[in-house]
């Protein structure tokens, strides 16, 4: 039941030689799958910038061997590299997605896409002590920190799925449709929901598979 979940995926790609060196290196000194899926979670969280202003949806991109050649990634991206390192560490792993409001750090973003829905947010489930457990490791602290909003925690046995109020009790993120889990990214239902929900940008989406805003100032504050 649970072996398509430990196998490679074309983008959770766990036989990949740089993604199981990149386990490798963030694990081998924690003895217990528990302390090492959660280290794996923190070298994601925070050793990746969260980045939604460069997003690539080219079939490469997305894959897990790919965001380890750089700092940088949004929610799929990184959410389907934590899914890969557990697969690498024996833990079996699935994505999940869902459309949000109130994403963190996207206010130039919603400018351009013409709502605040952000559609496909991506996240992880791991099988961990008898139940899948929902893991988010995707704001990294620099960011939570400078967006005044409580970073996510993650103890390696409960659920780390969203941050729902930002510290002074505002609410920060809701999910608002849920499309369900795949033991791999599920691409053309990405695009397709990309399109039907920002058909103003369809052209821009199929032709060039790629919405770059080319505002790197636009976190220079944020990463200050």
């Given at each position: 039941m649970l072996e398509k979940y430990l196998n490679p995926g074309t983008y959770i790609n766990s036989d990949h030689p740089d993604v199981i060196r990149f386990v490798q290196e963030k694990t081998a000194r924690y003895d217990t799958v528990n302390d090492k899926i959660k280290a794996l979670y923190y070298a994601v969280r925070d050793g990746f910038w969260y980045d939604p202003y460069r997003l690539d949806f080219t079939k490469e991109a997305i894959k897990?061997?790919?965001?380890?050649?750089?700092?940088?990634?949004?929610?799929?991206?990184?959410?389907?590299?934590?899914?890969?390192?557990?697969?690498?560490?024996?833990?079996?792993s699935r994505m999940g997605f869902?459309?949000?409001?109130?994403?963190?750090?996207?206010?130039?973003?919603?400018?351009?896409?013409?709502?605040?829905?952000?559609?496909?947010h991506g996240y992880a489930e791991?099988?961990?002590?008898?139940?899948?457990?929902?893991?988010?490791p995707v704001f990294n602290k620099?960011?939570?920190?400078?967006?005044?909003?409580?970073?996510?925690?993650?103890?390696?046995?409960?659920?780390?799925?969203?941050?729902?109020?930002?510290?002074s009790g505002g609410k920060?993120?809701?999910?608002?449709?849920?499309?369900?889990t795949f033991n791999d990214i599920p691409y053309d239902m990405f695009i397709d929901e990309?399109?039907?929900?920002?058909?103003?940008?369809?052209?821009?989406?199929?032709?060039?598979?790629?919405?770059?805003?080319?505002?790197?100032?636009?976190?220079?504050?944020?990463?200050?």
């Open positions: 897990a061997s790919h965001i380890v050649s750089r700092n940088y990634g949004y929610c799929i991206e990184k959410s389907g590299l934590f899914a890969a390192g557990a697969r690498v560490l024996g833990v079996p869902a459309n949000v409001k109130n994403h963190i750090g996207t206010a130039k973003l919603e400018e351009v896409l013409k709502t605040n829905l952000l559609v496909f791991i099988w961990l002590n008898d139940q899948w457990v929902k893991v988010t620099g960011l939570c920190d400078k967006l005044n909003v409580e970073p996510l925690e993650f103890d390696g046995h409960e659920h780390a799925v969203f941050q729902q109020y930002s510290k920060f993120m809701e999910y608002v449709h849920d499309y369900g990309l399109v039907r929900h920002y058909p103003h940008l369809a052209k821009v989406i199929i032709d060039q598979r790629s919405i770059n805003l080319n505002v790197p100032e636009s976190l220079s504050a944020i990463k200050s």
